[in-house]
């Protein structure tokens, strides 16, 4: 059964720093493209960052670009989203999913999703 576990959420003060993990099973995360998305309430789910599976080479949203880092660490099938100087604005709930294919921000190119993790950003 393939599943997708993201934890690492919380409450951070604004300039804070929170790592996120999206642990996989079921499945190998080496020949899989992984995405984070986010989505606050009233939006639509963002794609934010993106590693691919072929090169890792990394892709970001202009919004969170030199804040957010994406990594994974296949020996233990984990995707990994560094959170850096965190704003009010990146308050949301984030998703992370897969996908065979290349990196995409459209949420319906993906197959798989996690459940979600929150991250709320305030002082």
């Known amino acids: 059964q393939v599943q997708l576990v993201e934890s690492g959420g919380g409450l951070v003060q604004p300039g804070g720093s929170l790592r996120l993990s999206c642990a996989a099973s079921?499945?190998?995360?080496?020949?899989?493209?992984i995405a984070w998305f986010r989505q606050a309430p009233g939006t639509e789910r963002a794609g934010i960052s993106c590693?691919?599976?072929?090169?890792?080479?990394?892709h970001y949203a202009d919004s969170v670009k030199g804040r957010f880092t994406i990594s994974r660490d296949n020996a233990k099938n984990t995707v990994y989203l560094q959170m850096n100087s965190l704003k009010p604005e990146d308050t949301a709930v984030y998703y992370c999913?897969?996908?065979?294919?290349?990196?995409?921000?459209?949420?319906?190119?993906?197959?798989?999703w996690g459940q979600g993790t929150q991250v709320t950003v305030s002082s």
């Open positions: 079921g499945f190998t995360l080496d020949y899989y493209v």
């Open positions: 999913a897969t996908a065979v294919g290349p990196c995409s921000s459209g949420a319906a190119e993906y197959d798989y």
């Open positions: 590693i691919s599976s072929t090169d890792g080479s990394t």
